[in-house]
């Protein structure tokens, strides 16, 4: 939560920034000074301003800017931010001229040297607002309650960290102290707030010292890690006034994951408007149609978010009864695990392996982005029968995150991958990694792919 506000906040550092670098080409001062021509309008520079916003922190984001500790050396701050500016500034540079905009050159390198400033300002000011905090609070006394086994690394990190201003006056075992025992000791060391540790440890008792605080006005830290999970991140929520735990092993839905959905919606209305326009679409419809008898496409019933069946799109490659004739090869299969893939399928029509080859099948499924049932980036959705063969539970988790066009495995050499086992665990890699910013490089990265022809088998 605290990297996604601020990355909102560098979102609208970057903004003001650009802002300003054109308002200064463009005033008086300048064009009298420096005896420079006028520069065009704003509105017409507009659609990159907007895109410019939530680009510049994701690129910040690839610099591990964000990854770093708030009070952390100034140099690592330095050149993380120095790095990401010149990169968004050079991004800028280059999207101008290709998009033939004449737009005086001052423009993009004044936007990188005042959002640099501005940015690292705005570091600079939370640095000493933290370090102000700190140094100006006292030392905040608690008392550690829980098993010996279950304080030992909280004590062991809390004594690391003195800048948090939590000081552990004591400790106590609460298997071995009774409630009466334990108000004595909040009385005699005079705390402030009580750290309760319960992961091995009866509730009913935790809920007798978080009463005892209740009645005694003293805080009472609930350590929330019941629960050893090894890829999931926990946080707290409110359910119709209730607070739960949420144990989630999935991207976080937060503004990135609203930017995803608008980008999805957006890019495939644009691409389906584009192909259609052109005309490529019809095309290869017209294609598919003439050099083969049957339908021009091919309907599937396939797995999406959570497991949930829904009807997949595609420009048909092979014969009308492949589905029925496909038992007949299962000796032939090249994949090790529930799926089925082969290079030679006699099933597919001529024209279907160039289709395959440069994976134009696949653009059908920019309908199934559209009504909300893929994303442009994500696992490849299964067949629903094949789903049903997965042996390993852990393997479901690639249904967590919407089904998508491409994803890891489709720009990762997937020719070369025989075992569905490395498949997932690209899958899994993405999902654990996402990031709008990934998102955008997968993109990148499948246009040679697809162009160079390692379409599907």
Wanted: aromatic share 12%; glycine share 6%; proline share 6%.
């Amino acid at each position: 939560m605290r990297m996604q506000f601020h990355q909102l906040m560098d979102a609208c550092i970057f903004a003001v920034s650009f802002w300003l670098a054109y308002e200064f080409r463009a005033s008086t001062f300048f064009l009298e000074t420096f005896n420079r021509p006028n520069i065009p309008p704003f509105e017409t520079i507009f659609w990159y301003y907007v895109i410019l916003i939530p680009i510049s922190p994701l690129i910040l984001e690839a610099q591990g800017f964000y990854d770093r500790p708030l009070i952390s050396p100034r140099r690592h701050t330095f050149w993380a931010l120095l790095k990401g500016c010149f990169f968004i500034s050079i991004g800028l540079t280059l999207a101008l001229f290709f998009a033939k905009l004449i737009i005086a050159r001052s423009v993009p390198i004044w936007f990188g040297v005042v959002s640099f400033l501005l940015v690292y300002f705005k570091e600079e000011l939370l640095v000493l607002a933290v370090k102000r905090k700190v140094g100006q609070s006292p030392s905040r006394r608690f008392l550690l309650v829980g098993t010996p086994g279950e304080t030992g690394d909280l004590r062991a990190e809390i004594r690391a960290r003195p800048e948090s201003g939590v000081e552990i006056i004591a400790e106590l075992d609460l298997n071995h102290t009774n409630l009466d025992q334990f108000v004595v000791r909040l009385h005699e060391h005079s705390v402030n707030g009580v750290i309760l540790s319960t992961r091995h440890t009866h509730f009913d008792r935790a809920e007798a010292v978080v009463k005892a605080c209740e009645i005694e006005g003293v805080e009472a830290w609930l350590v929330a890690d019941f629960f050893k999970t090894e890829i999931s991140r926990t946080r707290l929520d409110d359910f119709y006034g209730r607070p739960v735990l949420v144990f989630r092993s999935t991207p976080e839905t937060s503004w990135q994951g609203m930017v995803k959905q608008g980008v999805d919606l957006i890019g495939a209305f644009l691409l389906l408007l584009v192909l259609t326009v052109f005309p490529v679409l019809p095309l290869i419809a017209l294609l598919v149609k003439l050099t083969s008898p049957g339908p021009v496409f091919f309907r599937q019933s396939r797995s999406g978010l959570n497991g949930s069946p829904f009807t997949i799109y595609k420009f048909r490659t092979m014969v009308t009864n492949a589905e029925q004739i496909k038992h007949e090869l299962e000796a032939m299969n090249e994949m090790r695990g529930p799926v089925f893939k082969v290079t030679k399928d006699p099933r597919i029509t001529p024209i279907g392996k160039w289709l395959r080859k440069f994976s134009v099948d696949e653009l059908p499924q920019l309908l199934n982005v559209l009504m909300g049932e893929m994303s442009l980036v994500g696992p490849r959705p299964l067949p629903v029968d094949e789903i049903r063969r997965i042996s390993d539970l852990a393997h479901r988790r690639r249904l967590s995150v919407k089904p998508g066009l491409t994803c890891l495995w489709q720009v990762s050499g997937r020719n070369q991958i025989l075992d569905f086992k490395d498949w997932v665990r690209l899958d899994l890699e993405y999902i654990d990694n996402w990031s709008l910013w990934l998102d955008f490089k997968i993109l990148l990265r499948t246009i040679p792919a697809v162009f160079g022809g390692t379409g599907a088998k």
